[in-house]
């Protein structure tokens, strides 16, 4: 059946870094891949999305990177901030949203 | 502009009460969407509705029932509440911006207790 996975439910960064957070897709006929934030107490938030014919798509201090050939996507996060402190969500769409299980995001001092 | 509004916030029932839960949004979307998330997990799809007038199940609606009630409103509702079902509650919308894309936006949540 479909489903949204990700590698790793715990990353540690150091303010300023940069981070990386990834995740394994298998539906093939999605046509768009979205990353959400989810601060504590709060519902998710839009990040940024990919159109399933691209491989790369920049925002503002975020990057999304697509490898359709393995089915990965992932979210780089430049210089990273306190602020960035949270939870991450991929998410795949083709008539509907479906979310992967998430990766919390802590940012050392 | 309110966005996505979900009533009520929290709410205590006993296992074989009923109760609806109520979502509206404000943007003129077409799709909107029902997630319940647990603690340690993703969100899960329960239902969605792609446009008035149309339900689809998702990937948990065993325990739930919705009405699309007009473009506005999407109701969830728990006809007999199980324990099973105490999760957070969201609702979402989205529209397909000109451009492409995806953009959904979720209501603050509802926090349900059955016990």
């Known amino acids: 059946g479909e489903s949204v996975g990700l590698h790793l439910p715990t990353l540690s960064v150091q303010e300023g870094d940069n981070s990386i957070i990834n995740c394994a897709y298998s539906?093939?006929?999605?046509?768009?891949f979205i990353w959400y934030k989810q601060e504590s107490g709060k519902g998710p938030q839009f990040i940024i999305d990919?159109?399933?014919?691209?491989d790369k798509r920049q925002g503002q201090r975020v990057t999304v990177l697509l490898n359709k050939t393995v089915k990965h996507l992932s979210l780089q996060i430049a210089a990273t901030q306190p602020g960035d402190s949270a939870v991450y969500f991929c998410?795949?769409?083709?008539?509907?949203?479906?979310f992967g299980k998430g990766t919390r995001l802590h940012i050392l001092p | 502009n309110a966005g996505v509004t979900q009533t009520p916030k929290f709410q205590v029932l006993k296992t074989g009460q009923s109760m609806t839960l109520q979502c509206a949004q404000d943007?003129?979307?077409?799709?909107m969407y029902w997630y319940r998330q647990d603690p340690g997990m993703g969100l899960r799809l329960i239902y969605y509705?792609?446009?008035?007038?149309?339900?689809d199940k998702g990937e948990v609606p065993n325990g739930y029932n919705v009405s699309r009630l007009n473009k506005r409103e999407f109701s969830l509702r728990l006809e007999s509440a199980a324990p099973s079902q105490t999760s957070v509650y969201f609702c979402?919308?989205?529209?397909?911006?000109?451009?492409?894309?995806?953009?959904?936006?979720f209501g603050q949540g509802t926090r349900l207790t059955v016990v």
């Open positions: 979402a919308s989205s529209v397909i911006p000109r451009g492409g894309g995806t953009e959904a936006f």
């Open positions: 539906n093939s006929a999605s046509d768009y």
């Open positions: 990919i159109r399933s014919n691209m």
């Open positions: 998410a795949e769409r083709d008539d509907k949203i479906i």
């Open positions: 943007m003129n979307h077409n799709s």
């Open positions: 509705s792609a446009s008035e007038g149309t339900t």
